[in-house]
Each structure stands twice: as structure tokens, then as C-alpha cells.
Nanobody
Framework: HVQLVESGGGSVQAGGSLKLNCIAS????????VAWFRQVPGKEREGVAV???????RYADSEKGRFTISRDDARQTVSLQMNSLRVEDTAMYYC??????????????????WGRGTQVTVS
């Protein structure tokens, strides 16, 4: 079955950077949309960024210009480079994957495959 494993979370000061990685297995990776979501306790999980099979990226409005998502199909990895981090970026970050087509790539309901998450704390 599809497995997604996140890494790269941690604690950082406001204004700093982190790079998250999501490694996938047991899927034809090149056919999949891969997205990053985040969630804080008591709130709904929200889409942060997504990369399509052709490599095009889409971001939530609050992340535009600060976050960059990229994929390496040979390594079955999607990365999220996060710069200029803010306290409000503190959350558990999850990787999600779904094969094409994905009509709403930043919508929670589109994704069946999820990782367990990696915590990002900005202070």
C-alpha cells in the first residue's frame, strides 16, 4: 500500500527556514499529485502547497512567496522549502498524495493517502 513519510520538521525562530521532505513508496509516483497540508489543534487541516505530476505548483495565498514545493520523481520525494517563517506557521505538517485527476488540488477531501506528519514550531 502507499506509504508517505515526512521529515524535516523542528523548532525555529521567526524569520528562519525549514525544509520538509516527503518520501513515497509503493506508488507510481510520477502520476500523483503531492500536497502539503497543516493542522493545529482544534482547527481543520488546510492545504499549504501542491505539486502536480507535470511539476506545476500551487500555493495557499498566505504561503505565496515564502514557500516553495518541488518534486524529484527519481527519488519519489517532494520537498517544501519554507522561508520567512512566522509564529502562525506552527502546526503539524502532513504530506498527501493522490493520482490524477485531482480537480481541487488544495482541498482536503481529494486525498486518500496521508503521512503521519512532522511538527513545525516557530517561536
Amino acid at each position: 500500500h502507499v506509504q508517505l513519510v515526512e521529515s524535516g520538521g523542528g523548532s525555529v525562530q521567526a524569520g528562519g527556514s525549514l525544509k520538509l521532505n516527503c518520501i513515497a513508496s509503493d506508488l507510481t509516483f510520477s502520476f500523483y499529485y503531492v500536497a502539503w497540508f497543516r493542522q493545529v489543534p482544534g482547527k481543520e487541516r488546510e492545504g499549504v502547497a501542491v505539486v502536480s505530476p507535470d511539476g506545476s505548483a500551487r500555493y495557499a495565498d498566505s504561503e505565496k512567496g515564502r514557500f516553495t514545493i518541488s518534486r524529484d520523481d527519481a527519488r519519489q520525494t517532494v520537498s517544501l522549502q519554507m522561508n520567512s517563517l512566522r509564529v502562525e506557521d506552527t502546526a503539524m505538517y502532513y504530506c498527501a498524495a493522490e493520482p490524477s485527476p485531482v480537480p481541487q488540488p488544495l482541498a482536503l477531501h481529494e486525498y486518500r493517502h496521508w503521512g503521519r506528519g512532522t511538527q513545525v514550531t516557530v517561536s
